[in-house]
Structures are given as C-alpha cells and as structure tokens.
C-alpha cells in the first residue's frame, strides 16, 4: 500500500487535516499518511512548490502526494493529478507542479473531471481524498481525469541572466525556518554560467566572495570554543537542496538573528552573482 | 483496531502530545493515532469544541476522541466518556462536549471513576490514555466509570433571536488559519429564521447582502485574470462546516490581511442579521 | 518493529521533517515515526534536553530517538548513538544527552563512524536516519561506531547550593505552551536539601511559601464558581516531570497573560529557594 502525504497551507490548528486524515483512513484503513508541512503561508504556490519538491523525493516509489493549496474549483483553477518521477501529484493547476515538471518531464497529466459527481467546498476532502484513495488502490488516472499536455507555469521560477552571461539575477523563494533565505539560483544553473570564473554575490549591501559547502566552513576550529565567535556570522552556502542560501551561522530569528531578520531579505528580493571577465 | 484521535491544548514544542503518543503505543502497539489539533489556544473550550465538530465526522465509526483541553481533575472538572454517533469522546465535563450533544444525542455518557488506581498530575497522559486503549480494547464504558444523565453546558453556543425574529445575533466563535471569521449561525438555524425574506448582515461598520456557497463565487471570471483584482476583498460564506463566516478573498494575514485583521474582528464579537419585513 | 521518534528544531513549515519520514519509511515501510516536536527553538540544547527527557520515558522499550539540534559534522560535533535505560538515542555529542546521563547511566556509548561513506550537508537525512534503520532491523551499535566513555556536558544543569545548605540557586530551563516557567530544580533535589524546613521561593520580585501538586489546589471550590477569581493567579508546582515550575492558573500569553509574560521570567533567569535555619 502507497504512502499518502499531505502539503498544504491549513495551519497547524484548524480541523481540515485532520479531517483530511480520517477521510484517507475510512477509505484505507492500511494506508500510512504522512504530513510534510501544514504551514505554508496561506496560497503561496512559491513555498508549496519548494516544499513538496525537496521532499518527495526521499518517499519511496508509487508515494501519492496530496498539495492542498489555493484549490477552490473555478474556471481559472482546475484540479490535476500528474505521475512524474514514479511518483503522484494531485493539486490545483495553479503553478505548484511548474517547479518540479521544468526538471523532470511528467508522464502523465490529467484534468481531475469527477466533479459532477461531488458537490463540495472542501475539494482537497472531497475530490484530493477521492484521487488519492483511487490511485493507491492501482487505479489509473484515464478513470478520472482527460489527458492534458502541459500546466500553468509558476512567475519568477528561473533566474534571470544578461546578454554576456556576466549576471545572474535571481530571487529569493523561500526563508526557513532558522531564517535562512534561499534563492532560485540552483548549483547546476549558478555553474553552467559561472565556468570558471570568480564571483561576487550581493544581496542588498552586502557582498561575498565565498560559497561553502556546509555552514560550519567558516569556524576557524584551530581557536578553541570557548573563544571563538562565530554565531551571527554572515555566509553563503549551496544548501542540501542545491540552491544558493543565504544563511547566518547558528541563528535564531527571535534571539541572535537570522540572514532574514539581519539583512533584511524577504520573499522576492533580489540576489545578484556577477562574474569576473576572466 | 479502531483510530485514537488526539486535540490538545499541548502545542507543538512540549513534550506532551509526544509522551501521549508513546503511552497509547505502549499499551497497544498496533493502533493508528491521528493528531487532530495540538493548537487550541490554552483553556479555550470553544474552539477546541468547533475543531471536534467538524474533524470528528471524517473519522470511521467506532474512531476514540481523546480531548486534551483544561483536564486537571477537581471538584468542578470530572473527567467523562461519552459514546455519540458511533464515535468514543474522552475529556473534561467542561463544556467541550455540549456543541456536538446539542446536534446529536449522546447515546451514553459515564463520569470516569478510575482516578482512585491513579495517582497523577498529568491525567490526560495517565488517565484519558488508559480509557482510550480499554475502550478500543472492545471494553464498555461502564467499566472505567458510572452513567451520568447530562454534560456541563457552553455559554453563547445558540445565537439569539429577537421575539419579531426579524434579527439573529450571534457570536464570533471561531477565527481559522487564513483569519476567516466563523459565527455560531449555521445555515439550518438560519434559514429557519429566514423563511424567503432578504436579509442584511452586519459586522463592526461592514455591510454584506449576500452569502456565497465559496470563496471564488466573487470572482468574475469574464474579466482575464491579470486585471482582476479580487484578493483582499471581503466576503460572507457558508462555509464546508456549514457556519456563517465573514471571510477575505485569498487572505494572508501576514501579507494582505485578513477578515479578522482587516475588519477588527475578534473572538465573541457579534455578527447580526436583520431580516426585512416581508 | 521497534518505533522511531523525532525530536528537532526543524520547524513545522520546511520539508526536513517530511523528507526524513520517507528516507526512513524507503528503508523500513513497516515502521511507525512518532514526532515528539519540531519546535525546539533553533540551536537550543537545553530546550531539546528537557523535551526528550520528558518524553522518552513513555515510549517502549527498543523506541530508537533521533534528535536533529545542531547536528552539522565538525571537528567540535560528532555524532553519536546511545543506549540508555533500555532506548536508543542518536544526536550530535553537543551536550543534549547529559541532562538524561546524570539520571541514568548509559548502557553504551558510540561515536558515529559512516560518515566516509556518505557525503552530505543534512546528515539527519544521510547519517541519522540509516543508523536508526540499522538499529532497528537489530543492529549493534559497534558496526556503525567506535565505543567511548563519556560525552559533552551541558551547562548550567545542576542547581547551585551555598555552603551552609541554606539556599538552592536554580535557572529557567524551559518555558512550556502555556507561558509557565520550568527550573532546574528537581522534587527529588529539593526535598534532599530541604530536609524539613521552611522555605521561601523567590523569582525576581514574586516570594511563594508554598509548592503545590496541582495547579486548581489554588482554587476554593467552596465558592461558586461565577465567583471565584483564580484565572491569572501566580503559584508554584512541581510539574508533572518532577521539576519546580513557576505559573499562572489558567494562562494563556496571547489573553490572560502567563507566567513568563506577567513576571517577566525567561531562559536562564535566576530562582532562589531559602531555607529557614530550623
């Protein structure tokens, strides 16, 4: 039996995944469900799109994953369910899948078309939950959607570079949890263009030269701990997701700061990699 | 082996929900736990009341309702078992129970009497857990305690109607995660009022002449989507619950703001609708 | 098949916590993942420390706890696996277990060596994750590590006691849900200096003559309820984990205000008990 998961911007304390849950397990008693996040801002396709991406690929094979984001059924925003990657997507065709899809080509989309059949302003309960019970039991998405070719695209979801390819332009898609921003600037992309030259990375005044492999790069463990002062430090990392991070070493928004809080970097803002001649 | 559900008070940090889960696991390690809500704000019976109500139903029959919410044990707060529309609700004899009772009747209802075998400051841990495993053991509830006839009421659970009925006045009873305000007018109380007359309803200084069945009914969708500008605009639905709630068109109340935020709406606020004459 | 439990500070909104749960559940699908919290505040051991203490006591025997705090692989931050009291522990040797080690003593301590075989910038996905599974499926801890005899201490665990035993000098160790204020101080430490003597507890301005074991003991039922006025009292408990506890009878920060709000009391603040000489 698949693995069902859940993303979506519900909050943490209202009744819907919960409900959402007991619905799946009326269905399939067997089945497993796990939550990846009920804490996306409220219809911000962006951070729904990083979520889900860096998560499923841990789940294993046939996952089924639920996205219940901005998914009120209107003539602008159909239900879709895409199998991509050996695994399930079923979501609003509102951009959340654009993320993903630019990276993998899906095998299948489908327009859900069961609607005539439930009367419902809780889709992701009435229509997601049906979807999911349906493919977890081996059915097939032809049972319950027509074929479609492609899906709306996502804004802003590639950086942008200049004409002689001495700029990346990119923005910044998510801020985490320890404040830490990321870009849409991914390492294969930033190296594509980089070749081998030097950088400069500015994001609002403040510039590095520098991107680490993991956080703690920049203490020096030679000065012993006790005297040394790193938390607080400004750097830049590829995060575990690939993409370019702007962090702030051990932070904590609420007590020493974050790359967020410090430097004044919010959703959207822009991050600039400019490249040397040679 | 029947679902163990669990709403809570706890929060997300503490340890509690997490000892809980370990305790029931202890006891039966095959049994399926489903966290309904760990978010209720601290000792507030009514919300934890409308998050029952409308998590509960999707559950399948026979599902255990574990109710953390203001359980410490004392002369006024005797903890209960009640068995209602084939579902099991173990709390404080607090209120939390008397909005679902009201709709449905409760098939039986027993004052837990267990606590002389227990010593504990921590009952919904040591207490509830043991109750919850007896009964979804197949055990009865005359067992753990003694039949009792009634439940301590909720105060402000029915709006009021004026003797002409030509206005109901009810409460604000709950605010969700998109900071949508929820009344205690469901739609078969106030259609029962409204008969076929107009009506008009009102909040702080704002106005609405409609109920919408969704969010989107506001939207036109003849006008393309780029040049609409529909978010933030306030609305009045009927929503998946059934209530009356005042709610923002894809509100945030981080970004755009939301109906509570925007319309100074708050917890036992009230929501009046007057009914024209004929 | 033993369960797996998640104590980090990962936060309820990014993908860490979701992507762990299918690394894990790939490896092992029969598995069961219990969440103990992903809200320790970032970076924060002490918080950590009292919360897996807290909860690990109610899981069975076998439970293997993966705690993700501060765990990036640095010459300063190994990682490191526990058996202890018949359960399993994997974190970074940062100090997070010595609060559980003073109680109890350790059955076997290893320091994690896989790490060659894996490269990675989140090893609570790459390095926690696949010891947890070997542990789980019956392995030792020697093939996944080299025994060692002691680890990091933490500071500021113990209380301080002046000479003449007349006074415990505790700290604030955790601020739980509902704003109540958690010390150092243990019943069991309390009561070996104390002795039977008077005493006097003091937390900034507040004094408090008496420990309670529950927090309505405050309440005098012999008045009716409409007219009692406890909401908002100060008293001091120990808690349900054994600890002396700072609170306000029915509080919530966000309304009545609690504990930590009303008195001004956060982490690390200082609570004195004095002894009478008698």
Redesign the interface.
């Known amino acids: 039996m698949p693995?069902i998961?859940l993303?979506t911007?519900?909050?943490?304390?209202?009744?819907?995944a919960?409900?959402?849950?007991?619905?799946i397990?009326?269905e399939l008693?067997e089945v497993?469900i796990?939550?990846?996040?009920?804490?996306?801002?409220?219809?911000?396709i962006g951070?729904a799109a990083?979520?889900?991406q860096?998560?499923?690929?841990?789940?294993?094979k046939g996952?089924i994953h639920i996205i219940g984001i901005?998914s009120?059924l209107?003539?602008?925003?159909k239900h879709i369910a895409i199998s991509l990657d050996d695994h399930y997507f079923i979501c609003a065709n509102n951009g959340i899948m654009s993320m993903i899809c630019q990276e993998i080509a899906p095998y299948k989309i489908v327009e859900i078309n069961i609607h005539d059949k439930i009367e419902?302003?809780?889709p992701v309960?009435d229509v997601f939950v049906k979807v999911a019970c349906h493919i977890a039991r081996g059915g097939t998405l032809e049972v319950i959607g027509k074929v479609i070719n492609s899906i709306k695209p996502i804004k802003n979801l590639i950086p942008f570079v200049n004409d002689e390819k001495t700029q990346i332009i990119g923005n910044v898609i998510y801020i985490?949890?320890?404040g830490n921003v990321v870009t849409n600037i991914s390492q294969a992309f930033f190296e594509s263009i980089q070749k081998t030259r030097a950088y400069e990375i500015s994001a609002r005044n403040y510039k590095f030269k520098t991107i680490h492999?993991?956080?703690?790069d920049i203490?020096n463990?030679s000065i012993p701990?006790e005297r040394r002062n790193d938390e607080g430090r400004r750097l830049v990392?590829f995060?575990?997701?690939g993409y370019l991070e702007i962090a702030v070493y051990?932070?904590?928004?609420?007590?020493v700061g974050s790359a967020s809080s410090l430097m004044g970097l919010s959703l959207m803002d822009t991050v600039t990699v400019s490249f040397s001649k040679t």
Chains 1, 2, 3 share one sequence.
Do not use: C, M, Q, R
């Not at 519900?10 to 819907?16: A, Q, S």
């Not at 919960?18 to 619905?23: D, E, T, V, W």
């Not at 990846?36 to 219809?43: E, L, Q, R």
């Not at 051990?250 to 007590?255: D, F, Y």
């Open positions: 693995i998961t993303t911007d519900f909050g943490e304390k209202d009744h819907f919960g409900a959402i849950k007991g619905a397990y009326s008693p497993k796990v939550d990846i996040s009920h804490s996306v801002a409220p219809f911000n951070e990083y979520i889900i860096n998560a499923y690929k841990s789940f294993p996952s901005d009120e209107n003539p602008d925003n419902t302003s809780f309960l985490d949890n320890y492999n993991k956080y703690s203490v463990f701990e990392v995060n575990a997701s051990k932070s904590n928004t609420e007590t």
